[in-house]
């Protein structure tokens, strides 16, 4: 910052005041280019983000729709494997069936086949899916937390920038103002120099014609001439 001094302003001063500002003119100019960058990067993490939040959403959308397609095949399993046994058993009723050790048996080799059977198989099938999806969810969810954190780490920078510009922008305003003074002493200078000199010269000349005046008035007075007879 330039600091003004009581006596009229030199050339070197202003020439200074004028370089400083005109290097943090630059230097605003270089803020403004960063805070442009900043706010793609932003805009571009913003997106980025997005498109993870969406995959997130369908990724766990398919999550759940597994494991009801899961549910509803357990079901049908279990409805199977009733009627199976049922079907399989005596006309005594299903209480002697549960309490007989043959129909036990029995209830064993109903259930080992259905567990062999189609709809155990897409259960697991579906299982594996599921493994797979809830996979892919925990790496969406991983790229989901350094996203959100490359915004943040934008807009930190971004905020920053900005306060930055300002700051710049008052320094600016500042150091302009005193160019203006320093302009303003110069001037000011110069006209009390030009009037110095016209008095000089004024009080030359009165000083001149006063010393003329002087000589003139000292001079004896010339005496008229008599013509003898």
Request: negative net charge.
């Amino acid at each position: 910052m330039v600091s003004l001094s009581a006596h009229p302003a030199g050339a070197d001063q202003l020439s200074d005041a004028q370089a400083q500002a005109a290097s943090i003119q630059s230097q605003i100019q270089a803020t403004g280019q960063r805070i442009n960058t900043l706010s793609q990067q932003y805009d571009e993490a913003t997106y980025h983000l997005q498109q993870i939040n969406t995959q997130i959403g369908q990724t766990q959308a398919q999550i759940t729709k597994a494991q009801d397609q899961v549910n509803r095949d357990q079901a049908q399993l279990r409805i199977q494997a009733v009627n199976s046994y049922v079907h399989a058993g005596t006309t005594s009723g299903v209480t002697d069936m549960f309490s007989s050790d043959q129909n036990t048996a029995g209830i064993r080799s109903v259930y080992s086949n259905i567990a062999a059977g189609n709809v155990n198989t897409t259960i697991d099938n579906l299982h594996t899916a599921q493994t797979q999806l809830q996979t892919q969810q925990d790496s969406l969810k991983t790229q989901q937390g350094q996203a959100a954190a490359d915004q943040a780490s934008v807009q930190t920078a971004s905020d920053q920038a900005t306060q930055l510009a300002a700051q710049q922008k008052n320094t600016l305003s500042q150091v302009n103002s005193q160019v203006a003074a320093l302009i303003q002493q110069q001037q000011q200078a110069a006209a009390a120099a030009a009037a110095a000199a016209f008095n000089q010269k004024q009080a030359a000349a009165q000083q001149a014609a006063a010393a003329q005046q002087a000589v003139a008035a000292a001079k004896p007075a010339a005496q008229p001439q008599t013509v003898s007879q």
